[in-house]
């Protein structure tokens, strides 16, 4: 017998392989989630004070948010898609951000649900793909203690995904966002990269979205707590 739990006037399905969201209009099945980290301003590259995208690099050699595969067997909270993306961001970054629970991943701003979502059309999926959109303070994100972490899990499953870590400023993806499959950008240095097209398209879906999703986070950053683990720095990100 499938079971269900109430949230937010939608019910959630507790059992089987893809986490459902039904509503008296809709029901969408996902089966991957994933955080979009938006810093409030960024001042060591080309646009001093401009707010910038955080991105890592895959092993298929694309820039993405941070996300993956729903899995019923640890994603099984208040709102389990919103805790397949709070365990994928902190996998694939190798433990450098650590959200304290999903509702500081989930909870709306200022009225506004900050998530989009997109049909995932690759081979074997076909499912939605739900990305929750995060905004942090300026200087709290180093890039060299996320590559620490990510260079001290190396071939450590599931820490291993990831192998580097930039930004994008906003204002120079946006004329990207629009085109077909993967897009190239240059990134807050002047190196171009490739955005993957799943990425874009949710960043895409993000700013049509009624309520403009990223400007509202943007104005509700995250408090962001430094600790060290283990002699890693890690970003604890909470209300």
């Known amino acids: 017998m499938e079971k269900y739990l109430k949230y937010k006037k939608k019910y959630i399905l507790l059992s089987g392989s893809k986490p459902i969201v039904r509503s008296k209009s809709q029901q969408k099945h996902y089966h991957a989630a994933g955080v979009c980290i938006i810093e409030k301003s960024y001042n060591h590259g080309r646009k001093p004070g401009e707010p910038a995208y955080i991105f890592y690099k895959s092993y298929r050699g694309c820039w993405e948010i941070l996300g993956g595969e729903y899995d019923p067997a640890k994603d099984i909270g208040t709102f389990a898609i919103a805790e397949t993306a709070k365990r994928e961001s902190y996998e694939e970054s190798a433990t450098y951000l650590n959200f304290e629970n999903t509702g500081v991943i989930g909870k709306k701003v200022s ?46 499953s599931p820490y291993n995904e990831m192998t580097d870590v930039t930004r994008v400023y906003l204002s120079d993806l946006e004329p990207e966002l629009g085109k077909a499959g993967d897009v190239t950008v240059v990134d807050t240095h002047g190196t171009t990269i490739t955005i993957s097209a799943l990425t874009k398209a949710l960043i895409r879906n993000a700013g049509r979205a009624s309520g403009a999703i990223i400007q509202a986070v943007l104005a509700n950053p995250k408090k962001v707590t430094k600790i060290t683990v283990g002699g890693l720095k890690q970003l604890v990100i909470g209300d």
Do not use: K, N, W
Not at 126 to 140: C, E, H, K, N, W
């Open 111 to 156: 009225g506004i649900d900050v998530m989009s979502d997109q049909q995932d059309t690759r081979p074997g999926h076909g499912t939605f793909y739900r990305a929750y959109f995060v905004a942090i303070p300026s200087g709290q994100f180093l890039r060299s203690e996320a590559t620490a972490s990510l260079t001290a899990y190396v071939g450590q």
